[in-house]
């Protein structure tokens, strides 16, 4: 007869989980990916190396799902942002505006989001988050050729250029603390658009 776990035992190794994934979480904030080894998290979510390859694989998987809900909690985050009042342009300048201000307080969990050097799964689910994001702008832009306040565009294309744009210029200030480039970025988004500058 196959064993099946109780709710009790299964509701303590969720908890456990939850309480890995947040062990990673901090870890991958204060460290970045090179630094969130399986050792690490097990060490601040305060359980033995094994208990975390109970629940995970390895380190990849571990961060992908990390990385889920980061990205998650991001586009929930920034789709927040993009229903305020505003033009389409405004919205789209919002969307990239907040993602910024939010990837400075974790830089180091931004970095690794962004650009670090990972392993192939963690580069897959980065590729996921830059489709998300590329399609909630595209979504702005073709709002705004449909009504006339955007020249005609292929709103997809635009929108990956600001997604990636907005990266490149982000890698700066998340690994030099230097944020100057960040005041213009409302302004290059402005003209990417097509639109008069905000």
């Known amino acids: 007869m196959p064993y099946r776990r109780t709710p009790q035992v299964q509701a303590r190794l969720d908890a456990q989980r939850e309480a890995i994934l947040a062990a990673a979480g901090a870890v991958l904030a204060e460290r970045g990916y090179a630094g969130c080894s399986v050792n690490a998290v097990a060490e601040q979510a305060g359980v033995a190396t094994g208990t975390v390859y109970r629940h995970f694989p390895g380190k990849a998987e571990l961060v992908v799902e ?17 229903d305020r009042p505003g033009t389409p342009a405004e919205r789209v300048a919002a969307v990239i505006e907040t993602f910024a201000e939010r990837a400075l307080k974790v830089p180091r969990q931004a970095y690794a989001l962004l650009a670090e050097p990972v392993d192939a799964p963690i580069e897959t689910e980065r590729m996921v988050f830059r489709r998300v994001f590329r399609d909630e702008l595209a979504r702005h832009v073709r709002e705004g050729v449909r009504t006339g306040l955007l020249p005609a565009q292929d709103a997809d294309l635009t929108a990956a250029a600001l997604v990636g744009g907005a990266a490149e210029v982000l890698i700066g200030p998340l690994t030099t603390d230097s944020t100057d480039a960040i005041g213009s970025l409302r302004t290059f988004i402005f003209r990417a658009l097509g639109g008069p500058d905000a």
């Open 66 to 82: 990390l990385f889920q809900r980061i990205v998650n909690h991001e586009v929930q985050a920034v789709q927040k942002a993009a």
